[in-house]
C-alpha cells in the first residue's frame, strides 16, 4: 500500500488529535480510499521522517501545516479547513463583509465542482465533508 500511495497523484495529510499509545497520528489518504495511520512523538519534519508523505512527489492537500510546503510537488489547502477559517472570521469579524463573500464563493465553487461529471476529472474530486 505504501508504493501504491506514492504513485497517487493526490494525497490528504492531517496531523490529527487521535492518540495511539499516547503519540499523536499522522493520517495520510489518497482518492481510492487508501488511508495509512502513522504514530508519532512529534509534529513536523520528525514526524514525518519514514512516512509515506516524506517521499512523496503528486499533489499534497493538508490543513496549512507549513511542515507540508516541504513534500510533495504541489500543494493545496483543504478547503474544508479554508471554510472553517472563514467563518472564525464572520464571527471574530461580524461587521466585515469580505469574510461572508468568500465564505460562500468556495461553497458555491465547491459545488459546482462536485456537480460535473465524473469523466471532467478522473483524478480527484474536491472533498468538503465537514464545517459549511
Known sequence: ??????????????????KVNGKSVYVFATPDGKVMYFAREKKGHE????????????TLFYDHESTFFNYGSDHQECLAHVLRYRKDSMGNESDRTWNKQIHSLIRKMIHYRN??????DCSMRLQNSHNQ
Not at 500500500?1 to 487521535?18: E, G, I, P, R
Not at 514526524?47 to 503528486?58: F, H, I, L, R
Not at 456537480?115 to 471532467?120: D, G, K, S
Open 47 to 58: 514526524g514525518v521522517k519514514s512516512a509515506v508523505v516524506e517521499e512523496y512527489q503528486g
Open 1 to 18: 500500500m505504501f508504493a501504491d500511495m506514492l504513485l497517487s497523484q493526490v494525497m490528504h495529510t492531517d496531523c490529527t488529535n487521535a
Open 115 to 120: 456537480n460535473l461529471p465524473p469523466e471532467t
